[in-house]
């Protein structure tokens, strides 16, 4: 079956410096890959989609490009936020089952201080 | 406005008792899915229904029942709760399609005593 592994557990950063969070995926199908955001009490939320193989994608500053020869879909960002604490989910979605909806990774808790 | 309404926000229950979670969307969505989120296990997917049918359960115990009762509605009855299910429930809905983003509601937390 469909699986997504990432970063474990707690990243913690200084605020301007990068971040990247590995995502790696494992799938028989063609499929699209997603970032999702969880701040604290909050719902889930899109940040990044991408089912384009070399593409760079961006949305708030962070950015992800999937790469289908390594099955990587890794999300970086160039100067962390104190917004940017929260939980970072990579997952992926097959194009031809919809029934799952989203198979989510483990997540990923970033904390970023001044 | 909240296009996905889960009610309640907070539930606090009795072990052993039964509870009723609430999901309506207003996204015009075809599918609709439960995920649980605990400390043990974040984002688990629980079930999905297309058009009022089950589409996948994933969840081993037969004490959780989705009931659809319209096509923008998928509720959750949680029967002989105990306390491992203590989690925050998450309705979510989309499209239909593969590849399509999936929106979530505010989750309803749970905690049985």
């Known amino acids: 079956g469909d699986s997504v592994t990432q970063t474990e557990g707690l990243v913690t950063l200084t605020e301007g410096l990068p971040v990247m969070l590995n995502c790696t995926y494992q799938?028989?199908?063609?499929?699209?890959l997603f970032w999702y955001v969880q701040h604290l009490n909050e719902a889930p939320k899109l940040l990044l989609k991408?089912?384009?193989?070399?593409k760079r994608t961006e949305h708030q500053g962070f950015h992800a490009t999937l790469h289908k020869s390594s099955s990587s879909f890794h999300l970086q960002k160039s100067s962390a936020q104190l917004s940017d604490s929260a939980l970072y989910y990579c997952a992926l979605s097959d194009w031809g089952n919809y029934a799952q909806g989203l198979t989510f990774g483990l997540g990923t808790r970033v904390s970023v201080f001044p | 406005d909240p296009k996905i309404i889960q009610k309640p926000k907070y539930l606090v229950a009795v072990t052993g008792s039964e509870k009723i979670l609430i999901c309506e969307q207003y996204?015009?969505?075809?599918?609709m899915y439960w995920y649980r989120q605990s400390a043990k296990k974040p984002l688990e997917f629980m079930f999905s229904y297309s058009y009022q049918k089950l589409m996948d359960n994933q969840t081993a115990s037969s004490r959780f029942q989705p009931q659809s009762s319209k096509k923008n509605h998928l509720d959750l009855q949680i029967t002989a709760l105990k306390p491992d299910d203590s989690a925050t429930y998450f309705c979510a809905s989309s499209p239909g399609q593969g590849g399509t983003e999936v929106f979530f509601g505010k989750g309803t937390r749970l905690t049985v005593v």
């Open positions: 996204l015009g969505h075809n599918a």
């Open positions: 799938t028989a199908y063609s499929t699209f």
């Open positions: 991408s089912s384009t193989d070399n």
